[in-house]
């Protein structure tokens, strides 16, 4: 079972070879700095808001652009903390498996994952195309940049997901080599 | 339905994280349905997103973290440790005040069990009490935090239940400051039957220039809740303002005041903060085409002619609920069981004359208290992790703090005033 997975492993490591790793990392420090520079934006938006509107200016691109950075922001942090192990699914059925059962069903729900975060993606990405004439009312912005906030993040988490398949592989074909 | 509820059920027992069992099951039923397009799926998911009531969730996590790095959190538990000195589970009886006091600042529970097992466990490990008891303690206590405006559960349940979250705030405030009591009785009896921490005789008694010197330090901590809840009635902001106010708040405070705000310590925070707020947005949009396609099953309209068929008394129906919520809890993420359970059961208490804010700090209780009980609960796996105790140990402790807290619960709900009374003081009557 494991030989026949380890040729599906490599093929899923090229995006990880030396110069692609370091690409993946890049990207993933670049992921960070842009959750956290629109974590930033969006406290400075609203707090600005509720600032404009004690002194009655109304300024509703401020919430609008808030509400851009939100779903970015919110999106890109669900795939950093998906990445560090911070979003985990509950084992109290599957702690009890022996431990090549427990892999064989972590292995297909990481592959339901990766396949769902595909088809996010694409119908995601059918979604903004279509959405791609339509403005904000306050600015000149298209509205589909909110929905290619989960088209990107379902790419970036299928990455990750694909990682963690690919840990997962190298567990299963390490203690398949040891016993 | 039965591919809806089916998918879910399988996917949580394969291990499956709770985002994507309610995302994938969502999505399945829409892949069921040819007359339903795949598109609608994934706006649902956007959708979810974009509300604005939401943005207080990244806030209030973001605030949370932020009061923990910039002294005000050191402020609070010296204070709670001058208050509880001469008290019999003395250094139990701090996590109990010191939960309250951080109530005013923090929302999340699980973030203040965490925080408060950090900081008290090894003492309390070194007094002599059981690792258990540590836990139950620490653990059962955030409640309150969760309980004392700010509160994420208030946040999400104003959101899906389009009920005011200022009342609900406001709605907190007297059922936080009873559970404090009934959980410090709770703490007193159960360490005097283990014989834990007796108070010492050489600790000298609280004056009020102690008292008051302490004052001085925290009350900026202190002051936070009261500002909310005022800026908020007088419309200075709104209460998703009142997060972004909360996160200027702890930094002036812990850069200016307490000078203990570091650059370093403020990333730490962030960082920390947009993958929390990632892991819950990623639970409330993946909800989006889960909720769609419950509705569109009408398994609300079903569920509610099961309940109205057992009773239509207003406090026999929410008790019926309450329980139904405290067994889901014990299995269904707390976001999950807001955002899916809140329009089954809002609508059915509303139609019986149960006001919507009593009724949502209620719900709201009970929801949250499933973090704590096992089997599955955020806070008591991170809290039971950070000392490595027994989930067992940690249950027959938890025991008689549960009750404690059903008992309030049961108290609130004959007696609504409890919660409706400083809202319709602050806000007027619906």
């Known amino acids: ?33 842009v959750c956290g520079l629109g974590f930033g934006f969006l406290i400075f938006f609203i707090f600005l808001s509720a600032i404009l509107r004690l002194f009655k200016l109304s300024m509703s691109w401020y919430i609008d652009l808030a509400m851009l950075c939100l779903a970015w922001t919110a999106f890109l942090g669900a795939d950093v903390a998906w990445r560090h192990g911070q979003i985990i699914g509950v084992d109290i059925v599957t702690r009890k498996l ?65 990682q963690k398949i690919r840990k997962l592989i190298l567990q299963m074909a390490g203690k398949g080599e040891s016993k | 339905m039965t591919l809806l509820l089916l998918c879910f059920v399988i996917f949580m027992l394969m291990g499956m994280p709770i985002a994507f069992v309610i995302g994938i099951a969502g999505f399945a039923y829409f892949l069921s349905q040819p007359q339903l397009p795949f598109e609608i799926a994934v706006q649902m998911t956007v959708q979810q997103s ?37 008290m019999y589970g003395g250094t139990a009886q701090i996590s109990v005040v010191m939960s309250t006091l951080m109530g005013g600042v923090s929302g999340s529970a699980t973030a203040d069990a965490m925080m408060e097992t950090r900081i008290l466990g090894p003492e309390m490990q070194r007094i002599g009490y059981k690792k258990g008891y540590i836990v139950a303690v620490n653990c059962t206590t955030a409640l309150i935090t969760a309980t004392i405006p700010p509160s994420l559960g208030f946040i999400i349940f104003g959101f899906v239940g389009e009920v005011s979250i200022g009342r609900l705030f406001a709605g907190g405030i007297i059922p936080g400051i009873l559970m404090m009591f009934f959980l410090m009785a709770t703490t007193s009896i159960t360490s005097r039957y283990h014989k834990y921490d007796p108070p010492r005789p050489e600790a000298p008694k609280l004056s009020l220039t102690e008292l008051f010197k302490n004052l001085k330090e925290s009350i900026w901590a202190l002051l936070f809740p009261v500002l909310l809840i005022v800026g908020i009635r007088f419309g200075v902001f709104t209460p998703s303002e009142s997060g972004a106010f909360a996160v200027i708040y702890a930094i002036v405070i812990g850069k200016f005041v307490y000078k203990e705000l570091s650059w370093e310590k403020f990333k730490n925070a962030l960082v920390t903060s947009f993958k929390d707020n990632g892991a819950i947005m990623l639970i ?106 027994k989930v067992e140990d940690y249950t027959k402790a938890a025991l008689p703090f549960f009750a404690a807290i059903m008992l309030e619960l049961c108290l609130l709900v004959f007696f609504p005033g409890l919660v409706t009374w400083i809202p319709n003081m602050i806000f007027g009557k619906f």
């Open chain 1, 1 to 33: 079972m494991y030989l026949l997975l380890l040729p599906c492993l490599r093929i899923s490591c090229i995006p990880f070879g030396v110069s692609m790793r370091k690409i993946y990392l890049w990207f993933c420090r670049v992921e960070e700095i």
């Open chain 1, 98 to 162: 022996p431990a090549k059962i427990r892999w064989i069903v972590e292995l297909i729900v990481l592959l339901i994952i990766a396949a769902t975060l595909v088809v996010m993606a694409i119908f995601g990405t059918r979604l903004a195309w279509t959405e791609r004439v339509s403005r904000y009312q306050s600015m000149p912005i298209p509205l589909a940049l909110v929905t290619l906030s989960l088209v990107v993040a379902s790419v970036s988490m299928f990455f990750s997901t694909i």
């Open chain 2, 50 to 86: 974009q509300s604005f009531a939401f943005l207080a969730v990244p806030f209030f996590i973001f605030a949370g973290n932020l009061m923990n790095v910039s002294g005000i959190t050191s402020r609070l538990l010296s204070l709670a440790r001058l208050l509880t000195r001469r």
């Open chain 2, 284 to 389: 409330i949009a993946l909800s989006g085409s889960f909720q769609w396609a419950l509705t569109w099953v009408q398994l609300p309209v079903a569920l509610s002619k099961l309940i109205f068929g057992i009773t239509s008394n207003p406090q026999l129906l929410v008790i019926i609920m309450l329980v139904f919520l405290f067994i889901t809890g014990m299995f269904v993420d707390s976001n999950v069981n807001f955002l899916l359970l809140t329009p089954i059961f809002l609508p059915m208490v509303k139609s019986l004359g149960v006001d919507p804010v009593h009724f949502g700090v209620l719900m709201a209780t009970v929801v949250t208290l499933g973090v704590m009980t096992p089997p599955i609960g955020a806070a008591l796996y991170s809290v039971c992790g950070i000392i490595d105790c």
